[in-house]
T-cell receptor, first 112, second 110 residues
Framework: DVKVTQSSRYLVKRTGEKVFLECVQDMDHENMFWYRQDPGLGLRLIYFSYDVKMKEKGDIPEGYSVSREKKERFSLILESASTNQTSMYLC???????????FGQGTRLTVV | QKEVEQNSGPLSVPEGAIASLNCTYSDRGSQSFFWYRQYSGKSPELIMFIYSNGDKEDGRFTAQLNKASQYVSLLIRDSQPSDSATYLCAPNNAGNMLTFGGGTRLMVKP
């Protein structure tokens, strides 16, 4: 069975903290994605990675960075968390040439 | 202009009716499309993939693609309350960068 696992379901962090959101997939997928989802704004792409150590900015990369040191793991980093980064974060993965994505369960991050 | 546009809804239909969900896109290079369903509080799940003009049917679901008019639609026949969810359209773009429309919330009333 396809599986994308995010490290936390709920997370509460303080303003200014460095935050790591981890995502692991067990399907040997080349592509991995980080999205955030907010009411009324839909699903917005933050970063996309198509291979180890490779990344591309999505629609809203500001305030975020990513790391992909191994094929199965894609990390989203909030260098200095701010309250406007309170959101639902979704990780997804897909095969390179067949873009159907499978999603993790999501991490609801609250920055206080 | 956003790459993919969807009416946010809510679209309300009675149980047993046909629900019609539409998506327009701006990139003429988009060759294929995905439809995802997202229940409240859950992650999106893939329900349909269409890559050629015309209709593709899967059970109660039919996806329609019209590349000349740049729209893709999803029809749900015999709508059930369990179909109540947000439906997201996504073009399968070159480079596999997957971006989504804002989604249409469907409500099926018993």
């Amino acid at each position: 069975d396809v599986k994308v696992t995010q490290s936390s379901r709920y997370l509460v962090k303080r303003t200014g903290e460095k935050v790591f959101l981890e995502c692991v997939q067990d399907m040997d997928h080349e592509n991995m994605f980080w999205y955030r989802q907010d009411p009324g704004l839909g699903l917005r792409l933050i970063y996309f990675s198509y291979d180890v150590k490779m990344k591309e900015k999505g629609d809203i990369p500001e305030g975020y960075s990513v790391s992909r040191e191994k094929k199965e793991r894609f990390s989203l980093i909030l260098e200095s968390a701010s309250t406007n980064q309170t959101s639902m974060y979704l990780c997804a993965s897909s095969l390179r040439d067949r873009g159907a994505a499978f999603f993790g369960q999501g991490t609801r991050l609250t920055v206080v | 202009q956003k790459e993919v546009e969807q009416n946010s809804g809510p679209l309300s239909v009675p149980e047993g009716a046909i629900a019609s969900l539409n998506c327009t896109y701006s990139d003429r290079g988009s060759q294929s499309f995905f439809w995802y369903r997202q229940y409240s509080g859950k992650s999106p799940e893939l329900i349909m993939f269409i890559y050629s003009n015309g209709d593709k049917e899967d059970g109660r679901f039919t996806a329609q693609l019209n590349k000349a008019s740049q729209y893709v639609s999803l029809l749900i026949r015999d709508s059930q309350p369990s179909d109540s969810a947000t439906y997201l359209c996504a073009p399968n773009n070159a480079g596999n960068m997957l971006t989504f429309g804002g989604g249409t919330r469907l409500m099926v009333k018993p």
